[in-house]
């Protein structure tokens, strides 16, 4: 019953949000907690336990953590142990996933560094533990955000709660988000990743220096569509119970330099690694030395967040080379040139870190970063790669078209120039889209 089911659009929803229209104020976040759960149980039951413990345990240690104020050394333990758990669960989950081929527990990453963020804020003193369980399973829990995040503050939540926005313009908002979201998810993801399967199946004795490349382009917009349609489509449902979460993708493929692609990339998750570790270690502020510890450090756990294998180690290393590099060389004449130019330069710089992150193992990126310069001995392309684009090439130009904030602009200049026709025509445009959506799950 995932995002992409018609079961989900059409009967738990509608259920969800009737639930949660009925119920007094007071207890509208219990009905969500309650729809988080069986969402949770309908998708991965068998590890709905693991959920319920591993939240518990951390609500458990926050509490301790208040009640032992004054008891410095019992804090320290019950902190460490909770820091412990939530970084030995994410390890061995994906060690088993790389070793068994096993699924990752759904939404594991998300309530473990959720709930490991409260408990650090709540041991400093930046959070304030009140004791509401219900509020603290729907911050840790809410299923909307369960796939892919976005990772958000217990501060911010609880402030929403008390004043809840349910106005139609909110809701229409979430709409909007919801719709883009699924859009992005079934269509973009879905037909580019189809590209990419089609590529795949090419028997090794017809690979081309083409299809290595189409093999890379897909498969980086197939992931980027996958995350930022589900945390769209997490933000849109987040509105339609009266919450704003934020935003976890900027159009990262027009940064202008590569600190700022992470500036747009997996934003919330980035905030969170610099937080609770790049300033916990000492930002730059220890000198040359220091900072490029702490910059490798940090970029590994952003490249580490999407699973253990050494190639995606290695695109967080790569990536700190040129952080490094445009923080003391290249920023002053990125700053200088037109946007245009430093733009093309990222572009390229993030597009080849794919090549590295979509590498089963750094044998096969090698191997794939020779076949894209020619030096594999392959041909330029041949007609079975002419065949696929010619057949997929609209999905690959939409791909490229929605990655830019090109659809962005267009809507806000109708906007400004024809408001009227941009209403009428805006709520045409997002229920075509949304039937377009659908008819890709049937």
Not at 15 to 21: G, H, N, V
């Amino acid at each position: 019953m995932g995002f992409n089911t018609l079961t989900f659009h059409f009967l738990f929803l509608p259920a969800a949000m009737l639930l949660f229209c009925v119920c007094p104020p007071k207890y509208k976040n219990a009905a969500l907690v309650l729809a988080s759960f069986l969402f949770y149980a309908a998708n991965d039951l068998k590890n709905l336990p693991l959920l319920l413990f591993s939240v518990m345990f951390d609500y458990l240690v926050c509490a301790k953590l208040v009640r032992s104020s004054g008891q410095m050394k019992g804090r320290k333990i019950a902190f460490w142990l909770s820091i412990a758990k939530n970084i030995g669960l994410m390890i061995a989950a994906m060690a088993m996933r790389e070793l068994s081929a096993q699924a990752l527990p759904l939404g594991l990453m998300v309530y473990t560094v959720t709930s490991m963020g409260y408990v650090i804020d709540v041991y400093n003193g930046d959070e304030r533990f009140d004791g509401n369980i219900v509020d603290y399973l729907l911050f840790t829990s809410f299923f909307g955000k369960l796939y892919a995040g976005p990772i958000v503050q217990y501060s911010d939540l609880k402030t929403q709660w008390e004043s809840r926005d349910l106005s139609l313009e909110h809701v229409q908002k979430g709409l909007q988000l919801y719709v883009a979201g699924l859009a992005r998810l079934v269509i973009l993801a879905g037909g580019i990743l189809s590209v990419q399967q089609a590529v795949e199946a090419i028997p090794e004795g017809e690979k081309t220096v083409l299809s290595v490349w189409v093999l890379i382009i897909t498969s980086t917009f197939g992931l980027y569509y996958t995350l930022t349609g589900y945390c769209d489509m997490a933000r849109g449902l987040a509105s339609f119970f009266g919450m704003e979460f934020p935003e976890n993708f900027n159009y990262p493929f027009q940064a202008r330099s590569v600190s700022d692609f992470f500036n747009r990339f997996n934003i919330t998750v980035t905030r969170f690694i610099n937080r609770y570790v790049y300033v916990f270690l000492g930002a730059d502020t220890n000198g040359v030395l220091s900072t490029i510890v702490n910059t490798l450090l940090t970029t590994m756990l952003m490249g580490l967040w999407f699973g253990l294998r050494l190639n995606y180690l290695v695109w967080g290393i790569y990536f700190t080379c040129f952080i490094l590099l445009e923080k003391y060389f290249l920023m002053k004449y990125l700053q200088k040139i037109p946007p245009i130019f430093d733009r093309i330069y990222t572009f390229i710089i993030v597009m080849f870190s794919f090549t590295i992150f979509s590498g089963s193992s750094l044998r096969e990126t090698a191997v794939n970063l020779q076949c894209m310069f020619g030096l594999g001995g392959l041909p330029l392309f041949n007609n079975r790669m002419i065949y696929i684009l010619s057949t997929n090439y609209l999905i690959i130009l939409l791909s490229f078209f929605f990655a830019t904030s090109l659809s962005a602009i267009i809507g806000n200049f109708i906007r400004a120039k024809l408001p009227r026709l941009f209403h009428m025509a805006g709520g045409l445009l997002y229920f075509g889209i949304f039937v377009a959506s659908i008819s890709f799950l049937i």
